[in-house]
């Protein structure tokens, strides 16, 4: 017995690829056919996975070069920019011309990208590392998890008041007292980093 899904356009998050971290990593991320928008400095990789590229954010390559390399690719949009121009905020934008509302990022992440990010709170986001997934909160985090499990928290805001539940600080990560939920609260906006 099959099932069917249908799912409304926008309604899956977009994949944007910034950073060509693994084919393995993105197949998940793939698995319900999202729009995919490719940084062109991780195009060749990402299209020696096979996979349908639908938008290009051009930083470095020229335009001509572009639809050479993904000829097999069209319909294909290619945003244009320029070398000093932040891609993933031509990417971010580009989703929100289209109505997207949440968006899945493969990229190494760092402060200067962390607080990007956090200046497109419309988005539900997730930043998708070689080696963890973080998650962009509102208000609170809530999720089950089994004993001695670890999550990174990076604040927004240094004097903001977090409150945890189920949890204990081990160095600079938190980790789950007992298999159970685990609950963080913070009036402000706060990341939570989950190991692979």
């Known amino acids: ?7 409304r356009e926008g309604q899956e998050p977009a994949l944007i690829i910034v950073d060509a971290t693994s084919h393995e990593l993105a197949e998940p991320l793939l ?15 990402v299209k020696s996975w096979g996979i349908k590229i639908d938008v290009v ?16 690719q069209f319909p294909l949009q290619v945003i244009s920019g320029k070398p000093n121009d932040n891609s993933i905020a031509n990417a971010l934008d580009y989703c929100l011309s289209v109505k997207q509302h949440s968006v899945n990022l493969m990229m190494d992440p760092d402060s200067d990208r962390f607080d990007l990010l956090e200046g497109y ?5 997730n930043v998708f590392s070689h080696t963890e997934k973080w998650s962009l909160c509102r208000g609170r985090f809530e999720k089950w998890m089994p004993a001695k499990s670890q999550l990174s928290i990076r604040q927004v ?40």
């Not at 056919?33 to 991780?42: E, H, S, Y």
């Not at 954010?57 to 097999?72: A, F, K, P």
């Not at 709170?121 to 986001?125: A, D």
């Open 157 to 196: 805001s240094r004097d903001q008041k977090m409150v945890f539940e189920g949890l204990i600080f081990k160095g600079s990560q938190t980790e789950s007292i007992h298999d159970g939920t685990i609950r963080i609260q913070s009036p402000a906006l706060f990341w939570v980093g989950e190991p692979f």
């Open 121 to 125: 709170t419309s988005f539900t986001i």
């Open 31 to 45: 698995e319900w056919v999202p729009l995919v928008v490719v940084v062109d400095t991780a195009l060749e990789a």
């Open 1 to 7: 017995m099959s099932s069917h899904h249908f799912v």
């Open 57 to 72: 954010i051009q930083t470095t390559l020229e335009e001509e070069t572009i639809h050479q390399l993904l000829s097999d």
